[in-house]
């Protein structure tokens, strides 16, 4: 069934929306009040069904401004979604939220959550609680809005729809839309290596996290003695973190249970194929971030290109530059019983679809080429922001939020045009996009980190050490706009900190 949660901030005389009339449909009603009944929430709740509140007929005011609203469809609930719900004025819009996942992610503690450092409730924020919240600042009495648990399957924008299944009963519906933002955000790319996918753990949600501490977890409580040789494959910012984090694991914890547990066993070796990690950072802490890693005894493996996988062994090439500038290149196997993938991105493949479709899009390799001002080239009423676009930008969560509160800002001022002009008249009307970079921050293992920060426009400062790790703490801590999440990850900090990670239950 679908799960939907609906914003109706009508008088007391509320009605479930008569547009909705999905079969098997669960509502829960959201006032300015807040929720009425229980609301969907964290992965633990996902399975939950809430049981609706008694609903009454609406006023015909409240139903006619409902019917004259644009119906607005939001794909995703990542950075770049939930920035735009919260940017958008829920008294000029009727919103769906369509998302196969009912909570918002705090990817950044990814890696920290894959070794326990911190609990996945911790990081994660449900969809109707930001509905809610957002339904409180609107004084409006139809403002209205809701979250449908499904899988986007296909975009007709000639016709303004989404096909979507759910993801429970996998039963298939259409929802209609007059404006729609595409944000689902990009799923791991195997980059085209053979074994990946059926021999490698990934790092993109809670459910990749998991496999990797079951697995973590599975090794400890064997008791065979038998050594854990991780791998990960890619030496950007979550790369390096997941990495650094397991062998935090290892020296912090797993020694404390494996008394007379040596180097040998437990392994941690990071692969990039550039010639150093972290290439999105100033040169100076590329250096520091190699260094550390090899004091805590990772085994760094730069210009290596992974060629084949297998179940036990992966194939590269390393790559050595000669004295004489020359290069030379050595096959090297690599024994593992643990393969983390952790670079490459690519398009969902419904979005490949609908790029397929448009005259402008087909050249794009990468995702959808978009305007200035996010809306999609060649097609009218239709946004894309996040890492499902092709643009000048990284696809990063920092530009993401940026994208999502621009976007949300430039349809409140649409919803005041009385005739809403085309994607070509918005482009020259709506000032242009502008990413301001805040800089970058990655943690490498032994309480150190690094951070490459841009304090004004062409100013930058670059820090790393023990200080930059509590700086990076600080810095995600401010990141999450629920104090709840602030007060829970830096509860979990204290309790690693005074009684270590719980292994039994990694």
């Known amino acids: 069934m679908f799960r939907i949660i609906i914003r109706n901030a009508a008088r007391r005389g509320s009605a479930k929306p008569s547009h909705v009339k999905f ?7 959201v006032s300015n009040s807040g929720v009425k009944g229980r609301s969907l929430s964290t992965p633990a709740a996902a399975s939950t069904r809430v049981s609706a509140p008694p609903v009454r007929k609406s006023t015909t005011t409240a139903r006619e401004n409902k019917k004259s609203k644009k119906n607005l469809v939001v794909l995703g609930s990542g950075w770049g979604a939930v920035s735009l719900v919260r940017s958008i004025n829920p008294s000029q819009y009727n ?14 503690l990814l890696p920290s959550a894959t070794t326990g450092t911190v609990e996945y409730n911790s990081i994660t924020e449900s969809i109707s609680g930001i509905l809610a919240k957002e339904s409180s600042k609107s004084l409006a009495e139809d403002s209205y809005s809701r979250y449908l648990e499904a899988r986007a399957t296909k975009i007709d924008y000639t016709n303004k729809s989404v096909a979507i299944e759910d993801i429970t009963t996998h039963e298939e519906h259409s929802v209609p839309f007059d ?18 996918k059926e021999h490698g753990l990934f790092l993109k949600e809670i459910d990749d996290s998991r496999k990797i501490r079951a697995r973590v977890a599975n090794w400890i409580n064997s008791g065979k003695g038998t050594s854990l040789q991780a791998v990960v494959v890619g030496g950007g910012p979550t790369g390096v973190e997941v990495a650094a984090e397991l062998q935090d694991l290892f020296e912090e914890d797993i020694k404390k249970r494996i008394p007379d547990a040596g180097p040998d066993t437990f392994k941690v070796s990071l692969i990039e194929a550039m010639p150093s990690i972290l290439n999105s950072f100033d040169k100076r802490l ?13 085994n760094l493996l730069t210009n290596t290109a992974v060629e084949k996988i297998t179940d036990k062994t992966v194939y590269a090439k390393a790559k050595t530059v000669l004295p004489d500038k020359s290069e030379s290149v050595e096959a090297i196997e690599i024994p593992y019983n643990m393969l983390i993938w952790a670079t490459g991105i690519t398009t969902h493949q419904f979005i490949r679809e609908f ?11 990468r995702g959808v080429l978009i305007n200035d001002d996010m809306s999609v080239k060649g097609v009218a009423d239709v946004w894309a922001i996040g890492d499902c676009t092709s643009s000048k930008y990284p696809a990063t969560a920092q530009v993401a939020t940026q994208q999502g509160t621009y976007l949300g800002t430039t349809l409140n001022q649409l919803a005041t045009v009385t005739e809403a002009p085309d994607s070509t008249t918005t482009s020259t009307s709506i000032a242009p996009f502008e990413y301001h970079h805040k800089g970058s921050l990655a943690y490498v293992g032994g309480n150190r980190a690094v951070a490459d920060l841009q304090l004004w426009s062409d100013g930058k400062m670059s820090s790393m050490g023990y200080f930059t790790y509590w700086m990076w703490r600080v810095a995600y801590l401010s990141m999450f706009v629920p104090a709840q999440n602030r007060f829970l990850v830096a509860a979990d900090w204290l309790r690693v900190k005074l009684f270590g990670r719980n292994i039994n239950t990694i």
């Open 23 to 29: 079969p098997g449909v669960i509502y829960s009603g």
């Open 95 to 108: 919103v769906t939220i369509i998302s196969p996942r009912n909570f918002f992610l705090f990817t950044p």
């Open 179 to 196: 404006y729609l933002v595409i944000a689902a955000g990009a799923t791991t790319s195997t980059l085209n290596v053979p074994g990946v």
């Open 286 to 298: 590329r250096k520091f971030a190699t260094l550390q890693l090899q004091k805590d005894h990772i």
């Open 355 to 365: 790029m397929s479709t448009i005259p402008e899009q087909k050249d794009s390799k």
